[in-house]
């Protein structure tokens, strides 16, 4: 029940026009809810009343165990394909949607809690969370942002006063987080498994209506009652001007593409940093575009396209390489839960279906190319220009030179006055190859790159860089290092690398250390699903 706390003004469209999506719930009681972290800066901008900002109910509050005016918290169904395998009853099982804002932006946003306690979606786990992965998705989530990436982020993170058990005794946590909306692809997959198509037609509508609004139209076709067919692979031609036009009257189809592009094009994003979400399961994909769900997510070091951070991926299904491949395959998940709101015939269904996933590639190719083509200086990409992007990676790879740093370290070859290779080749000597013989293709690839570049003056292609290319991200070790301190009561160090992260494209005297991959001798890194 309220207690006249009103910290936010909600307006909950989900509970109100989607019953048989969620059930209503209450967090957890915990003895000793404390604020750890609370962003001010996202508060403000959800239009958060800050009076409550030193109120010590804002941390219940957060906590879940202590309920808002207007605040409807319920635990939201889901089902979802897991390493492949289809899991058909998921849900919230430790986590409450605590209600929607409109925030000062006009963007309705929805705060949402993970570690708040078992559900009935719990499926045998204790519901709760504890500080280090709260910490980490917190920090991971704020980098992103700043980085450009469509994203989840942190209002607050509290301690709860209990004592969690994981590897370890650890200190028990609740993250409080902000997305477009938690709808994910396992939403459709669960009442598709059932057969409902009358939901499915209603989350289709209110999902086009909230996330992509110049594409909704409500349903008014009839549904088929056709079971629905695995979508694989094909050879056929990418979807025709004809079928672009049914889109107009096909709602289905409208959001299948929205979502298809918004994948596409978070995914490129992800690419250019060097991201690794590492779980990429069809519960973890949200048709808004966002990123979610940092459990095992880390960003590689040394360019490698099979690597692996998560402890429970052994097979590098999501690896950095096979990121695009993994999202397509997703969206095939998500294209069969949608066949029967397609079209009344089922070949028909299959066919539109097959035509935005034939695409896929397509779409893919240009969001990359616009994502790299700043970080190689370059405004206006072209099609050749894939060539070009990749003959650099291929040379990062060859010696294993860090993703990061290398592009920094090519911005800076194109000095005012002369192209100067110090820099990028400082980089190849740090790895200890010294030969002309191992150096000569990358002198071949920098004048292929210089004469691409054409006239422009130095000063501003190395601004455009510079612009791209962060000098600082979430570095492992050091993340892993800070979280380590926080559970042991010391926040400094995160607190120091969640400003540098936030601010990735800005010097600081200083921090050099902050830019600097893992020492050689480190262990490997590994992640773990901690929240």
Request: net charge negative; proline share 6%.
């Amino acid at each position: 029940m309220a207690l006249d706390f009103s910290p936010f003004r909600f307006d909950n469209t989900l509970v109100r026009d989607l019953p048989g999506f969620y059930e209503p719930w209450q967090g957890a009681r915990v003895p000793n809810p404390q604020l750890v972290c609370l962003n001010l800066q996202l508060a403000d901008e959800l239009g958060m009343d800050m009076r409550y900002s030193a109120d010590d109910r804002l941390a219940a509050f957060f906590s879940g165990m202590l309920n808002a005016d207007g605040s409807e918290p319920v635990a939201l169904v889901y089902a979802g394909h897991q390493f492949g395998g289809f899991s058909p009853r998921l849900g919230d099982g430790r986590a409450l949607l605590l209600g929607e804002v409109i925030d000062t932006h006009g963007r309705r946003r929805d705060i949402h809690l993970k570690g708040s306690g078992r559900t009935n979606f719990s499926r045998g786990g204790d519901g709760k969370a504890v500080l280090g992965p709260v910490l980490r998705e917190y920090l991971m989530g704020e980098a992103m942002h700043a980085l450009g990436v469509p994203t989840t982020r942190a209002i607050a993170a509290v301690s709860t006063g209990e004592h969690v058990y994981r590897d370890g005794i650890k200190p028990g946590a609740v993250l409080a987080r902000v997305a477009a909306s938690h709808i994910r692809v396992g939403t459709f997959e669960y009442f598709a498994a059932r057969q409902d198509h009358e939901a499915l037609k209603a989350l289709v509508d209110y999902s086009l209506a909230r996330h992509y609004p110049l594409m909704h139209e409500p349903s008014t076709q009839e549904q088929s009652t056709q079971e629905p067919s695995v979508l694989e692979p094909s050879t056929q031609e990418p979807s025709t001007p004809e079928s672009k036009e049914h889109t107009a009257t096909n709602p289905a189809l409208a959001l299948l593409e929205q979502v298809a592009d918004a994948q596409a094009a978070l995914v490129a994003r992800w690419m250019g940093l060097g991201f690794i979400h590492g779980v990429m399961n069809t519960d973890n994909v949200t048709i808004s575009g966002e990123t979610i769900d940092y459990g095992p997510c880390a960003f590689m070091e040394a360019y490698d396209p099979h690597t692996v951070f998560s402890s429970i991926d052994a097979d590098g299904r999501y690896a950095y390489g096979n990121q695009p491949g993994i999202c397509r395959w997703n969206l095939a998940r998500f294209a069969e839960a949608l066949l029967p709101l397609l079209a009344k015939d089922e070949s028909e269904a299959l066919a539109l279906a097959q035509g935005v996933l034939d695409r896929f590639a397509e779409v893919y190719t240009r969001e990359w190319l616009a994502v790299f083509a700043p970080k190689f200086g370059i405004a206006a990409p072209e099609e050749d220009d894939l060539d070009l992007f990749m003959g650099f990676l291929t040379e990062l790879g060859k010696l294993g030179l860090d993703f990061t740093q290398a592009f920094r370290a090519l911005a800076f070859s194109l000095e005012t006055e002369v192209q100067d290779e110090r820099h990028i080749l400082s980089l190849w000597r740090a790895s200890g190859v010294n030969s002309c013989a191992d150096t000569a293709s990358l002198l071949a690839w920098l004048e292929r790159w210089r004469a691409r570049l054409g006239g422009e003056p130095p000063e501003q292609t190395r601004a455009r860089m510079l612009g791209a290319n962060p000098i600082y991200i979430p570095r492992n070790h050091l993340l892993q290092a800070a979280l380590d301190d926080a559970e042991a009561g010391d926040m400094a160090a995160f607190e120091a690398l969640l400003a540098l992260v936030c601010r990735p494209f800005d010097e600081q005297p200083g921090k050099t250390g902050y830019a600097m991959p893992a020492p050689k001798d480190s262990a490997p890194f590994r992640t773990f699903c901690g929240t």
